[in-house]
């Protein structure tokens, strides 16, 4: 059998490849909230047992990493 080499998370990740990836470290996640589109453009969003106000502090803490801050 060959050796099977796990990659770390990269910028091209494909869907599958970052929800695999989230799997294989859920044990270090509290809660998790997953915002996509779908092929038609449409949101999906799922999320763990959470409520609503920690949903949106978790989108506002995600918004002020993708700006940098």
Not at 43 to 51: G, K
Request: proline share 6%.
């Amino acid at each position: 059998m060959g050796v099977l080499i796990q990659l770390e998370p990269h910028d091209k990740m494909t869907p599958k490849e970052c929800l695999s990836h989230c799997a294989m470290d859920s044990d270090n996640f509290r809660d998790v909230l997953v915002v996509g589109f779908d092929p038609e453009g449409e949101i999906i969003v799922r999320s763990s047992h959470m409520l609503p106000k920690d949903a949106v502090w978790l989108l506002m803490a995600a918004m002020d990493y993708a700006r940098g801050k």
